[in-house]
């Protein structure tokens, strides 16, 4: 394993990007140390690493977010200083961020054509570029569409197109894969080998590491901050590729024997929650839900993002109202109970997304240690909380789920994506639940910290939890679920065994496409 050299003299004009010696700190980190990367012209190039390693410090750097504290960055030969996105705009640079930033409301026209006015206006020019590039580089979309009608795939096709009308030649996207199924990760693929068929050159961040070997022409591994080696996809494997990335082999969801009972931990029955919008023919975003998990299973739901997974894990909740139906955990009925309550009836919860819904960021570990479990967690003590306690516990949690961290009092914002997860997880799991709901627990993290989590899921199993599994993730549901359940328009669709369903089959069930299965 070598830092990658630079190339001769006479390939300089091959060289879409070249990064020297770049480096960045923060107080008390160091993001990226003595980065060396080639991007050829027209390849298609993944950057992969553990959460911390300085993918997308490196990425923000490349498109002008961030300024290096040293180094250099050429882009097609010439050495650029990008000190804002606009700088990298104009250097042909563009980002598609993992979090769409599209209005809704908005058709696709005025998605891609908002702060860029100046180029073809807003009317009839505008449209007919949208279309030329549409049909250039086989996006396939439609100008005069609302974004609120188009799926996953399609909104990050717009996402694309937006910086391809900006005049983007070199693209780099933030993890794409994240939230589509198996067929829409094949249709962006397409798309990325159309884009390198002309001539562009694509630079992508992922954790999926059969999909980038699948569709990368060179990839290189960050570790700790500094470029470890740029390789071939024909010449490694994806375990080999994890190995150089966290000196460990790629680990798998897979279960041991079941260990599921006959007691039920948690009942669902008929729950139903109307629709956010108006009008008698508006589908409710809940329908007829109902379903049961045992002690000892974990039971998987999988659906295209926005079918109702979060609304039927908030309803669960008790974080929706207007839901109808009941929810039964052990032998209580909680349909009527405040969250606060649920969770004292024995219900742990890792949320979606952490930074808005499971952590304070600004407030040290300890305190995020009793968020959620202010009235349950050994720090209590009535209506105060014990610090030294509560700093004694989250050491614990820090020790036992492998959180790396200086100590308890330690920012939550400090912390890489998957550090904070296992510090929920261990949150989570200090409380004695006896229903564990997971909802995308391994969202964003990287192969090490979605390998413990996926250890730490695997013993509440066996510890006698019943766990909700929601993923986007088909190898994880697979992997992980004693059950699954597609999740389709708010419904439950149909029930399928892990150990015989594939992914393409979940897929086509979740997009509706496999209603005869």
Do not use: C
Not at 59 to 86: C, F, R
Not at 117 to 125: D, R, T, V
Not at 388 to 395: F, I, K, L, N, P
């Amino acid at each position: 394993m070598s830092t990658p050299s630079a190339p001769p003299a006479a390939a300089t004009e091959q060289i879409a990007v070249r990064l020297r010696g770049i480096g960045k700190r923060f107080p008390g980190v160091i993001a990226n140390d003595d980065i060396n990367i080639d991007v050829r012209h027209g390849e298609i190039h993944a950057i992969v690493g553990e959460n911390g390693a300085g993918k997308s410090t490196l990425m923000k750097i490349l498109y002008g977010v961030q300024k290096p504290d040293s180094g250099t960055i050429e882009i097609n030969g010439a050495t650029m200083v990008l000190s804002s996105p606009a700088d990298a705009i104009r250097a042909g640079v563009g980002m598609v961020f993992q979090h769409f930033m599209l209005a809704d409301n908005l058709t696709v026209l005025e998605n891609v054509t908002l702060g860029a006015e100046k180029l073809h206006g807003i009317g009839a020019e505008a449209r007919a570029e949208i279309r030329t590039i549409s049909d250039a580089y086989g996006l396939n979309i439609d100008p005069d569409v609302l974004v609120e009608r188009l799926g996953v795939g399609a909104r990050q096709r717009v996402e694309i197109l937006k910086v391809l009308y900006r005049g983007a030649r070199i693209v780099i996207l933030d993890e794409p894969t994240a939230v589509l199924v198996p067929q829409e990760v094949d249709e962006l693929f397409a798309n990325l080998r159309e884009l390198k068929s002309e001539g562009l050159t694509v630079i992508f961040i992922s954790h999926k590491l059969d999909e980038v070997l699948s569709v990368a022409d060179r990839v290189t591994v960050i570790r700790r901050g500094t470029t470890v080696d740029t390789v071939d996809p024909a010449s490694v494997t994806a375990r080999q590729l994890a190995e150089l990335m966290v000196g460990s082999e790629l680990p798998s969801p897979s279960t041991e024997t079941s260990t599921v009972t006959d007691e039920v931990l948690l009942s669902v029955a008929g729950l139903t929650l109307p629709s956010d919008g108006a009008g008698a023919g508006a589908r409710p975003l809940l329908d007829d839900i109902g379903f049961e998990i045992h002690r000892g299973e974990v039971l998987g739901i999988a659906g295209v993002e926005g079918n109702g997974q979060a609304e039927l894990v908030e309803a669960i909740m008790g974080m929706r109202p207007g839901t109808t139906g009941t929810v039964t955990v052990g032998d209580r009925d909680v349909s009527r109970l405040s969250t606060q309550h649920r969770r004292e009836n024995g219900i742990g919860y890792i949320p979606e997304d952490r930074q808005r819904h499971g952590l304070l960021l600004d407030a040290p570990l300890w305190e995020n240690r009793v968020l959620g479990h202010q009235t349950r967690a050994p720090s209590a003590k009535g209506l105060f909380i014990d610090k030294g306690a509560a700093r004694e516990d989250t050491q614990r949690i820090i020790d036992q789920y492998d959180v790396r961290t200086p100590g308890p009092d330690a920012l939550a914002r400090a912390l890489s994506g998957g550090n904070q997860q296992k510090l929920i997880v261990g949150r989570e799991m200090s409380g004695d639940p006896i229903l564990l709901i997971a909802s995308h627990p391994t969202r964003g993290v990287d192969v090490g910290a979605q390998a413990a989590i996926w250890d730490h899921i695997k013993t509440a199993r066996r510890a006698g939890l019943a766990v909700l599994l929601i993923s986007a993730d088909l190898d994880e549901l697979i992997g992980l679920s004693d059950r699954i359940e597609v999740i389709l328009r708010g419904a439950l669709v149909g029930e399928f065994d892990p150990s015989e369903v594939t992914p393409q089959q979940l897929g086509a069930a979740m997009t509706g496409a496999g209603a005869e299965a």
